[in-house]
T-cell receptor, first 110, second 113 residues
Framework: DAKTTQPPSMDCAEGRAANLPCNHS???????VYWYRQIHSQGPQYIIH???NNETNEMASLIITEDRKSSTLILPHATLRDTAVYYC???????????FGTGTRLQVFP | EPEVTQTPSHQVTQMGQEVILRCVPI?????FYWYRQILGQKVEFLVS????????KSEIFDDQFSVERPDGSNFTLKIRSTKLEDSAMYFC???????????FGNGTRLTVT
């Protein structure tokens, strides 16, 4: 599986957009980009995933660059409850497992 | 929204004892997983299970570990003879179809003394 690189921590003011970057320069054509988050010590929570097109759902937007070597997760209006560790994971279609890195610890402040 | 439930939330056991961690996946899901997270460390894949057999497992999942789907609703992880280093949060997950997102439970904290 391709490795991902994320900043260890970020801050965001409540109500503002949080833009979390991820580099995955060795991604291959059949690998998807997934985003999960972990609030405190709860189980990881799925946010969004994509292959090459930008995606949006009720939680977030995912912007993938044209060369697919990086992506950005956007939380459009961050709230205090979005404080969590955010994981960017690259997963091949033919494997079951998710390989978690250390993620980005997002702190949303009032 | 349906969710994955895990019991117990916290289990304390003595070294060398057998322990069974229980999970009830989302009811129409077909793919089941166990992950673990040692305190302060990354979430690690242990095993995936589909069609009543293991489909993939990690190096961590050695002969001390086994999984079972004893009935139509439960999915269990057994550790035969626990070691101190098995202390961790154990997360169960399920997904509906191949390559669909995983839904995780909130974990069982296993403490081996």
């Amino acid at each position: 599986d391709a490795k991902t690189t994320q900043p260890p921590s970020m801050d965001c003011a409540e109500g503002r957009a949080a833009n979390l970057p991820c580099n995955h320069s060795t991604i291959s054509g059949n690998e998807y980009v997934y985003w999960y988050r972990q609030i405190h010590s709860q189980g990881p929570q799925y946010i969004i995933h994509g292959l090459k097109n930008n995606e949006t759902n009720e939680m977030a937007s995912l912007i993938i660059t044209e060369d697919r070597k990086s992506s950005t997760l956007i939380l459009p209006h961050a709230t205090l409850r979005d404080t969590a560790v955010y994981y960017c994971i690259v997963k091949a279609y033919n494997t079951d497992k998710l390989i978690f890195g250390t993620g980005t610890r997002l702190q949303v402040f009032p | 929204e349906p969710e994955v439930t895990q019991t117990p939330s916290h289990q304390v056991t003595q070294m060398g004892q057998e322990v069974i961690l229980r999970c009830v996946p989302i009811s129409n899901h077909l793919y089941f997983y166990w992950y673990r997270q040692i305190l302060g460390q990354k979430v690690e894949f242990l095993v995936s299970f589909y069609n009543n057999e293991i489909s993939e497992k990690s190096e961590i999942f050695d002969d001390q570990f086994s999984v079972e789907r004893p009935d139509g609703s439960n999915f269990t992880l057994k550790i035969r003879s626990t070691k101190l280093e098995d202390s961790a949060m154990y997360f169960c997950a399920s997904s509906g179809i191949e390559d669909s997102p995983l839904h995780f439970g909130n974990g069982t904290r296993l403490t081996v003394t």
